[in-house]
């Protein structure tokens, strides 16, 4: 079982920045397909970016280049620099892995991470 643990989330005014990360203690993701997904209540979860392995990236439409997903596989970590914050980027985000999709943004990802809360103030 692959657990992934997230953090970096928090309160920020519009227009701030906030990066994001995920590990895996204990496992190695290197090969697997990686994603931030985020949720709010009442609505589904929805993709925001996936990164391959070999570095391949897609971004949500509502990134608008304002963020950046990133891995590090020394250091066996994934990132999401979130910059030009919107409130309308409040949400849970969600780290996901998985061992066998290619370049995806759809929430069908095998693995998800407990979230971390992005609250961004107008």
């Known amino acids: 079982q692959v657990r992934l643990v997230e953090s970096g989330g928090g309160s920020v005014q519009s227009g701030g920045s906030l990066r994001l990360s995920c590990e895996a203690p204990?496992?190695?993701?290197?090969?697997?397909?990686m994603g931030w997904f985020r949720q709010v209540p009442g609505k589904e979860r929805e993709g925001v970016a996936a990164?391959?392995?070999?570095?391949?990236?897609s971004y949500a439409d509502f990134v608008e280049g304002r963020f950046t997903i990133s891995r590090d596989h020394a250091k066996n970590r994934l990132y999401l620099e979130m910059d030009s914050l919107r409130p309308e980027d409040t949400a849970m985000y969600y780290c996901a892995a998985d061992p066998g999709l290619e370049l995806t943004l759809k929430p069908i990802f095998g693995y998800y991470g407990q979230g971390t809360q992005v609250t961004v103030a107008s």
């Open positions: 990164i391959d392995s070999v570095g391949q990236t």
């Open positions: 204990r496992y190695t993701f290197a090969s697997f397909l």
